[in-house]
């Protein structure tokens, strides 16, 4: 006899159990109309140091030491530039191209740093070049250009260039072997839309020369000049 109530309540306690089961299994979901979901919202708020410390122009060996800061403090515009370019040679006399080598205390390698660390969504800037005389009422350097060679883009962290990773400021077409005129300007690196741009970006030119096409027709004499570059900035 106590064999068949231990069995009974074995089978009272499962069919209380599946009755239990069932009626969890309503409420498992709520109830039609009743809210199942919600959300809290996020707010970010985020900024940017407006005042970065001023760029170092390249120091390693072969790299820069011709290049002088500019007064930037602030997040966007030409960091630095090279010095004074200088040349002191004959002109020959016949018709015949003629290329002078520009240098800065023998330096062979110059440099244009332009700093962006704003962040700003889809910039689209290009550092541009041009070539100006001063003072020639007689057009005697007109027809001259700048021409360099080995020209390059590269990321400049505190002094030390490094490859520009994410391609998002990338050399410009002919800026490799560049030339640099009077008539129009010549573009030089260029930020890439649908990127992020942050950091201080170098464009390196070596082996700089004033050629003058036709030195027969000028005089000799002092001359000074400029090559002016200018950072174009558009925000899609």
């Known amino acids: 006899m106590k064999s068949i109530r231990l069995l009974g309540a074995t089978l009272l306690a499962s069919t209380t159990l599946l009755g239990a089961a069932s009626v969890f299994a309503e409420v ?3 109830a039609e109309g009743m809210p199942n979901t919600a959300q809290t919202p996020i707010n970010a708020v985020l900024t940017v140091n407006e005042h970065p410390n001023k760029p170092t122009p390249p120091t390693d060996p072969g790299q820069g030491g011709g290049d002088q800061e500019t007064e930037i403090d602030g997040l966007f515009g030409i960091a630095y530039a090279p010095k004074t370019l200088n040349v002191t040679d004959e002109l020959t006399d016949g018709t015949k191209e003629q290329e002078l080598d520009l240098a800065h205390e023998n330096k062979t390698a110059y440099n244009v740093g332009v700093q962006d ?3 700003v969504k889809d910039r689209n800037w290009t550092l541009s070049a041009r ?3 001063v ?3 007689n057009n005697y350097m007109v027809g001259t250009t700048i021409k360099a060679s080995e020209g390059n883009v590269k990321l ?3 002094g030390k260039l490094t490859e520009v990773s994410g391609q998002e400021v990338n050399l410009a077409s002919n800026a490799e072997n560049v030339t640099i005129g009077q008539d129009s300007s010549v573009d030089l690196m260029k930020a890439s839309v649908g990127k992020t741009v942050n ?3 170098n464009y390196q030119f070596k082996h700089p020369k004033l050629v003058i096409p036709n030195p027969s027709k000028v005089p000799a004499g002092n001359y000074s000049g400029n090559i002016t570059w200018t950072l174009s900035d558009v925000v899609m």
């Open 199 to 201: 950091g201080v970006y």
């Open 28 to 30: 498992s979901q709520p």
């Open 135 to 137: 003072d020639d009422d």
């Open 117 to 119: 660390k704003t962040r």
């Open 131 to 133: 070539l100006s005389w």
């Open 156 to 158: 400049n962290t505190s």
